[in-house]
């Protein structure tokens, strides 16, 4: 059984910081790479990181210097660094993988970014 549990969410003043955690069992991460999605109240869910096998890594434009996508092989765990946050970055934060065409989502995390 395949199971992602996202922590690290919390509120914090722009300008701070935050380190998200994605914590996988039942599926190996370093095989299907590793996805990090956010939504904001009224609005879809957008693609934030994302990180390969391999270890490549992408960002949305909007986070691209303020946010870092890694992974523990090891811990089978993801992690998202979030620098210099905005009040814009609000939302509720989620991991997601995939395997044989099926994806597989955390419960979500909620990040809060105060003015």
């Known amino acids: 059984q395949v199971q992602l549990v996202e922590s690290g969410g919390g509120l914090v003043q722009a300008g701070g910081s935050l380190r998200l955690s994605c914590a996988a069992s039942?599926?190996?991460?370093?095989?299907?790479?590793m996805n990090w999605y956010r939504q904001a109240p009224g609005n879809q869910r957008e693609l934030v990181a994302a990180?390969?096998?391999?270890?490549?890594?992408n960002y949305v434009d909007s986070v691209k210097g303020r946010f870092t996508i890694s992974g523990d092989f090891e811990k089978n765990t993801a992690y998202l660094q979030m620098h210099s946050l905005k009040p814009e970055d609000t939302g509720v934060y989620y991991c997601?993988?995939?395997?044989?065409?099926?994806?597989?989502w955390g419960q979500g995390t909620q990040v809060t970014v105060s003015s």
């Open positions: 039942g599926i190996q991460f370093s095989l299907n790479g």
């Open positions: 997601q993988t995939s395997r044989n065409w099926k994806d597989y």
């Open positions: 990180i390969t096998g391999g270890g490549t890594t």
